[in-house]
């Protein structure tokens, strides 16, 4: 039975890597989602910018015109106060003269205030570019780094159910019992099918296995299922398998863009 259980194991670190693999496949979507939020952020700073240098330069044509147009109406209002004919025309046209006087003075104010939003636009705006731009490369690395930490992980996912397949498939030659006691449990327990026991622990579920139990485990005669979690048991500090004991949650795995294939297990 030692051998069928080297099987087990060999079968759970292949379950491990699709874990593992599954994981990078459900993380890469929101990966790729905040770095677009990221870019789109970006995007929308500089064009609030752009377009508040467009609105604020037009707006400065039109005051620009509007002044022209006091500046010809103060003309005629200075040339009319001189042919003024009598005291209640020549008050009127002077009147007309301090609203022409009140309303250029309103628009060049805010000419000039527009004038130093204009400057504060002009220099705001090539760092916003700068930073679009740099959230658009990256975006664009992230994305390539995505892809291809996908298209690895599917091929792992691919490799380790062949491997599996295959598994199970030597197992079943001599022990068909037990490959299908492992295909079952690996149905019910989502891929962690196995349990470590160490110095009497289960390692997945942390029970203190019956005394007579970890006997027979230790004796390694039959398949045996921990009597709290389920799983398939077997004796981690065998001196069959190097100890120390596999840990009972592979760590999860970072999909680091750099690697070339995910490991098996570690350092093994
Ligand atoms: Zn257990």
Redesign the pocket.
Known sequence: MLEVIAKFIELQQLEDEILANTRILEESPQRLAESMEGLEAARAERDVLASGLAETRSRIRELELDLLKLKELKEGNRVRITKATDDKSYKAILKEGDVIKQRTSEKEDESLNLMGELERIQEALPAAEGRFQENEAAHRAIKAAVTAAVRRAEEAVASARRHITDILASIASDHPAAAEQYAASSKIHHGKVL?P?SKGT??????R?PPQLFNDLQASQKIL???????I?YWADHPSWASPAPPAEAPPEEPAPKRKKPRRSAGA
Not at 202 to 207: E, K, S, V
Not at 225 to 231: E, G, K, N, Q
């Open positions: 349990a026991v289960c390692m997945a579920c942390r029970l296995i299922l921990c009597p709290s979690c389920a799983r048991m």
